[in-house]
């Protein structure tokens, strides 16, 4: 933590020399893309694709799960999704899935919980959804098990589902005013695959 606070200790001081693309960001925000993914450290959107400040309006929850539309209940990533969709005008949606996925991990092994009632009941939430058959990752290798990989693949592709149910997402992509894709990060080679619906697989960007 000493790192990090002596990083932002001297924050300003490094930004001087873009004084000017910091007071545009004081004037309001148009990111290009939602980007949707978990709350893994590992996975870094910036870093993966070089956005800068104002480039990505974000949404990270253990294991990228999106809330199914329709609860009754306030929740902060439907209100991030139709905040970023209706008042940001993004163009487009990634949900981004990665490797060595925790909470997908705890859903394929069926991992006792119930020291974490509110983990529990995030991911019960997010199984009796997950689809069947292989998403087929053309090509990926990943060192917590292909079974794992495959799961988060597909995993991801419902999260993909689900946002299109959302009435501000489909009415956006029916008006052509939106895109939705589906990635695949792998951590430890940093490797990037998209979902490629006509095929069915998952292939490099």
């Known amino acids: 933590m000493q790192q990090l606070t002596a990083h932002a200790r001297t924050f300003e001081r490094r930004c001087a020399d873009r004084a000017e693309e910091f ?6 925000q148009s990111p290009q893309a939602l980007f949707i993914t978990c709350s893994d450290s590992r996975v870094v959107p910036s870093l993966i694709t070089g956005a800068g400040p104002g480039d990505l309006f974000e949404l990270r929850t253990a294991g990228n799960i999106v809330p199914a539309y329709g609860n009754p209940h306030p929740a ?11 008042v940001l005008g993004v163009r487009h949606i990634v949900v981004c899935g990665h490797s060595h996925c ?6 394929v092994r069926g991992d006792d919980l119930s020291g974490a009632p509110a983990v529990r009941g995030w991911l019960e939430a997010a199984a009796p959804e997950r ?3 292989p998403a087929r990752d053309a090509g990926a290798v990943d060192v917590a098990g292909p079974d794992l990989a495959d799961a988060v693949q597909r995993h991801a ?9 959302y009435p501000c997402v489909r009415e956006a992509m029916e008006a052509g005013r939106l895109s939705l894709d589906v990635w695949f990060y792998e951590v430890h080679t940093g490797a990037v695959r998209s979902h490629r619906p006509d095929s069915g697989t998952f292939q490099p960007l």
Request: hydrophobic share 40%.
């Open 23 to 28: 007071r545009r960001l004081g004037a309001g």
């Open 76 to 86: 902060g990533e439907t209100a991030t999704i139709e905040y970023a969709v209706r």
């Open 157 to 165: 592709l419902v999260q993909g589902e689900r946002l299109r149910a």
């Open 131 to 133: 689809p069947h058959g």
């Open 102 to 107: 925790g909470a997908v991990g705890a859903l």
